[in-house]
């Protein structure tokens, strides 16, 4: 069992940055591919970054690419998304989640193991 713990989630202004991090434990943390994910009240869940084990490749949805950057630390087990120029629509629980695939997709459903998630609300 994989367990994944989010944080740096905060209030900030529209325009701001800020940077979440994902602390995994339980099993090797190069098996795994990574995405992070957010959900917007009353919306779905969605797609937001992926990177896999090597940090050889990564993936933005449309609505963050230009504004965001997935990394991942293998010898701190952390994987982080850094996001600048924040927006209102940016406001959600965001997602740390964990592929056996090592070259991670976008599908919600091929992630196996998800953390709690971390609250960010971004002010007009």
């Known amino acids: 069992q994989l367990q994944l713990v989010e944080s740096g989630g905060g209030l900030v202004q529209a325009g701001d940055s800020l940077r979440l991090s994902c602390v995994a434990s339980?099993?090797?943390?190069?098996?795994?591919?990574l995405g992070w994910f957010r959900q917007a009240p009353g919306k779905e869940r969605e797609f937001v970054a992926a990177?896999?084990?090597?940090?050889?490749?990564?993936y933005y949805a449309d609505s963050v690419k230009g504004r965001s950057t997935i990394s991942r630390d293998n010898a701190k087990n952390t994987v982080y998304l850094e996001m600048n120029s924040l927006k209102p629509e940016d406001t959600a629980v965001y997602y740390c989640?964990?592929?056996?695939?090592?070259?991670?997709?976008?599908?919600?459903?091929?992630?196996?193991?998800w953390g709690q998630g971390t609250q960010v609300t971004v002010a007009s």
């Open positions: 990177i896999s084990w090597s940090a050889g490749n990564r």
């Open positions: 989640a964990a592929d056996d695939d090592r070259v991670p997709g976008s599908l919600i459903y091929t992630y196996k193991y």
């Open positions: 339980g099993r090797d943390f190069t098996r795994y591919g």
